[in-house]
């Protein structure tokens, strides 16, 4: 795995970290709908995530 890669998939896990800290924090003012769309979100950035990790 080049260099580029690994900042690339650590670039994609800080996204993924920041949108459930942001889910978290609309499930904790009550808001689930909106944390579900952050929840969405990481879902969606995983298979690929989980892909190019297989690759290693």
Do not use: F, H
Request: hydrophobic share 45%; proline share 2%.
């Amino acid at each position: 795995m080049t260099e580029q890669e690994k900042m690339r998939l650590d670039e994609i896990l800080q996204q993924a970290a920041m949108q459930l800290i942001k889910a978290q924090t609309y499930l904790r003012t009550g808001q689930a709908q909106y944390a579900a769309v952050y929840v969405g979100n990481v879902q969606n950035l995983l298979p690929g995530l989980r892909m190019r990790l297989g690759k290693v």
